[in-house]
């Protein structure tokens, strides 16, 4: 039996120094992961004004406590200052947010991961509390370091994507449309997964899920960022749920048809869908019942740091009466946004205001400005880019002439890059970037380690691009074959660096303990023999080397077994799991090389064959794999993007 008098407890008194939801919640997750970390620890949490007098861990803002790093807007701008040793000391921020940011700052520092979502993928070590120091003074490098609600959904997992988020740095979560029914009917309803039985789930259901990711944003106090799409469609009478989403001529209010953009001499949904339809701008009625849209929805949701106010989800119907043909669309959305933001001050409502630029709206405007700079946001989304090198490494594009519903999208990864310079000679306030690595493309790369590199390029680059910070619209479940890519980018947007081999080499050694480096090379190889420009369509698929390319692949895959097998008994439940999403993965990639060797080697037949085994086998095992991997996306890019372009291409040929 252990002498009682041999085991040494510290007790972490832990005083809370102001009454902030955020700061109260980081004192909490402090106390939680301490003993975690130290069982023979304990903690005990109480109010408290800092006072240098008293021996304890002060956590919270305080103006007698040591200043963090000088930001330029303590509500928008995140800093951190931790100065703990022998089990005192304090920890601080900018913001009740940075307080929570840096009180996972603390455990990272103590060797602690957050491989996963949930508490299970906590990758907590055994230290001795009372015996570590960790000082870290620093800043932000950006201002905006979000995630924004994409994908196949259930509740559970967007509430631990919120609650990832300050564990990895981010500070803000953006929840789409007036009514995300698109991410959450995929997953209750089980679409493109005939394996699991549908759950219908109500226009009523899906709002009381907003108001539980509001709570918990709330409490972490995370910046809300909302809406974006959707506000068109609502001011014709139509709550848009979906993307695209099919409506009928009949649903839009009798007395909004007429301001309904006019094009080729109609004015009607465009391709039936309220959220891809534009209005006719110049028609005054227009810009005044959106302002008004706009400062009621923020006067009843006061929560919303960042309200995104854009215009309809597709090119090409622009309005073309005699109001509007002459004028750029950029020009008519300047103006609507001047008309929100006279609102909005009538109102002395504080919200920031994001605009988008995007389709048509690339084009600056040449004769409207913005009154009032500061109230707005500049969102650059350069949606149809290529993700095969780093954005601002692709120069010497030049931008197209403005023509009037002709717009043709910009491939290039710096294809837009000219537009946005544009818009950067008229409008010189904040921005950031609402880009797609996590939505599409990483299904493009099967090991996961190329897409997560040109990522952390590309969020080393914002700074010299002229924006500050980047939204991830990505999905929620792209956690296989490893989370390294999301660890990756939250370090990249609070540091500004890509110092990728090291990061990544911390991050697999605590998702896959001591053959972590050999699960890295692993699945790097895997991205360099998949070779991603093939499966984008910039490079043939058929042809004899890729054939060949794909033939060994399977080879390849059983030769790391041992190594995965081995492995899938390891004592800790982290480390465990990593391996068997591991294990799965290597299986779905030995089936997509079946599939790619097929279809290079010319036999669509039996490349159709193998994916019909392949979405057999993902469909089956997805209720095990469910928090990693996003079976509806997984069929969406390939049944949409990518087997069409490889049965439509002949020898030799690229899109």
């Given at each position: 039996m252990k002498d009682p008098a041999a085991m040494k407890r510290h007790l972490w008194d832990i005083r809370v120094t102001d009454p902030s939801p955020a700061s109260d919640f980081a004192a909490a997750e402090f106390a939680r992961l301490i003993v975690r970390l130290d069982p023979d620890a304990g903690a005990e949490v109480a109010p408290g004004r800092f006072s240098p007098e008293t021996r304890a861990l002060w956590i919270g803002l305080d103006p007698a406590l040591p200043p963090?790093?000088?930001?330029?807007?303590?509500?928008?701008?995140?800093?951190?200052?931790?100065?703990?040793?022998?089990?005192?000391?304090?920890?601080?921020?900018?913001?009740?947010r940075s307080v929570l940011i840096a009180v996972y700052r603390f455990f990272r520092e103590a060797g602690c991961v957050f491989v996963r979502p949930g508490r299970s993928g906590e990758a907590i070590p055994r230290r001795d509390s009372a015996a570590l120091a960790v000082n870290v003074c620093e800043r932000a490098a950006f201002r905006h370091r979000g995630i924004c609600l994409e994908g196949s959904v259930g509740i559970e997992n967007v509430l631990e994507t919120i609650d990832l988020a300050p564990k990895l740095g981010f500070n803000a979560f953006f929840t789409q449309l007036f009514r995300p029914g698109f991410a959450f009917r995929r997953w209750y309803l089980h679409q493109n997964n005939p394996e699991l039985l549908p759950t219908p789930v109500s226009d009523a259901t899906i709002d009381a899920f907003v108001r539980d990711c509001d709570e918990a944003i709330r409490r972490r106090g995370l910046h809300h960022h909302r809406i974006g799409h959707g506000w068109i469609s609502k001011l014709l009478g139509i709550t848009s749920s979906a993307w695209h989403e099919a409506n009928r001529e009949e649903e839009v209010a009798p007395d909004r048809r007429q301001l309904i953009?006019?094009?080729n001499g109609e004015r009607k949904l465009f391709s039936g869908s309220g959220i891809d339809t534009n209005l006719c701008y110049g028609d005054p009625r227009v810009a005044d019942l959106l302002a008004r849209e706009v400062a009621a929805y923020a006067r009843e949701n006061p929560q919303v740091r960042y309200l995104h106010f854009w215009l309809?989800?597709?090119?090409?119907?622009?309005?073309?009466?005699?109001?509007?043909?002459?004028?750029?669309?950029?020009?008519?959305?300047?103006?609507?946004?001047n008309r929100i933001d006279e609102r909005l001050r009538a109102e002395n409502s504080p919200v920031k205001i994001v605009f988008l630029i995007y389709l048509d709206l690339?084009?600056?405007?040449?004769?409207?400005?913005?009154?009032?700079?500061?109230?707005?946001?500049?969102?650059?989304?350069?949606?149809?880019?290529?993700?095969?090198?780093?954005?601002?490494?692709?120069?010497?594009?030049?931008?197209?002439?403005?023509?009037?519903?002709?717009?043709?999208?910009?491939?290039?990864?710096?294809?837009?890059l000219p537009y946005l310079a544009a818009w950067q000679n008229v409008f010189s306030g904040d921005s950031f970037i609402f880009d797609y690595h996590y939505m599409w493309d990483y299904l493009n790369d099967p090991g996961g380690i190329g897409c997560a590199r040109i990522m952390t390029e590309d969020v080393r680059n914002l700074k010299e691009l002229g924006l500050n910070g980047m939204m991830s619209c990505q999905n929620l479940r792209v956690f296989l074959p490893s989370g390294a890519g999301m660890t990756l980018m939250g370090d990249a947007l609070w540091s500004g660096q890509s110092d990728f081999d090291n990061r990544s080499g911390k991050f697999f050694a605590a998702a896959f303990g001591a053959d972590g480096g050999r699960a890295f090379a692993f699945l790097e190889h895997l991205s360099q023999e998949f070779d991603p420009p093939v499966l984008r369509g910039e490079k043939p698929i058929r042809c004899a080397s890729a054939a060949a390319r794909y033939a060994a692949l399977p080879e390849y895959i059983d030769a790391f077994m041992p190594v995965t097998r081995k492995n899938l008994d390891a004592p800790d439940p982290v480390i465990r799991r990593s391996w068997e999403c591991l294990a799965f993965h290597a299986e779905v990639c030995r089936k997509l090389a079946e599939l790619l060797r097929a279809f290079a080697a010319g036999d669509a037949a039996e490349g159709d064959a193998c994916w019909l085994a392949l979405r057999r086998f993902v469909c089956e095992n997805e209720s095990a794999f469910q928090r990693e991997f996003d079976v509806f996306e997984f069929i969406l890019v390939w049944e949409n993007k990518i087997l069409p372009r490889f049965r439509s291409q002949r020898e030799g040929e690229v899109e």
């Amino acid at each position: 039996m252990k002498d009682p008098a041999a085991m040494k407890r510290h007790l972490w008194d832990i005083r809370v120094t102001d009454p902030s939801p955020a700061s109260d919640f980081a004192a909490a997750e402090f106390a939680r992961l301490i003993v975690r970390l130290d069982p023979d620890a304990g903690a005990e949490v109480a109010p408290g004004r800092f006072s240098p007098e008293t021996r304890a861990l002060w956590i919270g803002l305080d103006p007698a406590l040591p200043p963090p790093p000088a930001v330029d807007d303590p509500e928008d701008d995140d800093a951190i200052r931790i100065e703990v040793a022998a089990g005192a000391g304090f920890i601080t921020g900018s913001n009740a947010r940075s307080v929570l940011i840096a009180v996972y700052r603390f455990f990272r520092e103590a060797g602690c991961v957050f491989v996963r979502p949930g508490r299970s993928g906590e990758a907590i070590p055994r230290r001795d509390s009372a015996a570590l120091a960790v000082n870290v003074c620093e800043r932000a490098a950006f201002r905006h370091r979000g995630i924004c609600l994409e994908g196949s959904v259930g509740i559970e997992n967007v509430l631990e994507t919120i609650d990832l988020a300050p564990k990895l740095g981010f500070n803000a979560f953006f929840t789409q449309l007036f009514r995300p029914g698109f991410a959450f009917r995929r997953w209750y309803l089980h679409q493109n997964n005939p394996e699991l039985l549908p759950t219908p789930v109500s226009d009523a259901t899906i709002d009381a899920f907003v108001r539980d990711c509001d709570e918990a944003i709330r409490r972490r106090g995370l910046h809300h960022h909302r809406i974006g799409h959707g506000w068109i469609s609502k001011l014709l009478g139509i709550t848009s749920s979906a993307w695209h989403e099919a409506n009928r001529e009949e649903e839009v209010a009798p007395d909004r048809r007429q301001l309904i953009a006019l094009v080729n001499g109609e004015r009607k949904l465009f391709s039936g869908s309220g959220i891809d339809t534009n209005l006719c701008y110049g028609d005054p009625r227009v810009a005044d019942l959106l302002a008004r849209e706009v400062a009621a929805y923020a006067r009843e949701n006061p929560q919303v740091r960042y309200l995104h106010f854009w215009l309809a989800d597709h090119a090409n119907n622009q309005c073309e009466c005699e109001r509007c043909r002459d004028r750029r669309p950029a020009d008519q959305y300047v103006e609507l946004l001047n008309r929100i933001d006279e609102r909005l001050r009538a109102e002395n409502s504080p919200v920031k205001i994001v605009f988008l630029i995007y389709l048509d709206l690339l084009w600056a405007p040449v004769e409207a400005k913005l009154d009032h700079p500061e109230r707005f946001v500049l969102l650059y989304a350069p949606i149809r880019r290529s993700y095969s090198v780093p954005m601002a490494s692709d120069t010497g594009h030049s931008a197209a002439p403005f023509r009037r519903n002709d717009f043709v999208p910009t491939p290039e990864a710096g294809g837009t890059l000219p537009y946005l310079a544009a818009w950067q000679n008229v409008f010189s306030g904040d921005s950031f970037i609402f880009d797609y690595h996590y939505m599409w493309d990483y299904l493009n790369d099967p090991g996961g380690i190329g897409c997560a590199r040109i990522m952390t390029e590309d969020v080393r680059n914002l700074k010299e691009l002229g924006l500050n910070g980047m939204m991830s619209c990505q999905n929620l479940r792209v956690f296989l074959p490893s989370g390294a890519g999301m660890t990756l980018m939250g370090d990249a947007l609070w540091s500004g660096q890509s110092d990728f081999d090291n990061r990544s080499g911390k991050f697999f050694a605590a998702a896959f303990g001591a053959d972590g480096g050999r699960a890295f090379a692993f699945l790097e190889h895997l991205s360099q023999e998949f070779d991603p420009p093939v499966l984008r369509g910039e490079k043939p698929i058929r042809c004899a080397s890729a054939a060949a390319r794909y033939a060994a692949l399977p080879e390849y895959i059983d030769a790391f077994m041992p190594v995965t097998r081995k492995n899938l008994d390891a004592p800790d439940p982290v480390i465990r799991r990593s391996w068997e999403c591991l294990a799965f993965h290597a299986e779905v990639c030995r089936k997509l090389a079946e599939l790619l060797r097929a279809f290079a080697a010319g036999d669509a037949a039996e490349g159709d064959a193998c994916w019909l085994a392949l979405r057999r086998f993902v469909c089956e095992n997805e209720s095990a794999f469910q928090r990693e991997f996003d079976v509806f996306e997984f069929i969406l890019v390939w049944e949409n993007k990518i087997l069409p372009r490889f049965r439509s291409q002949r020898e030799g040929e690229v899109e």
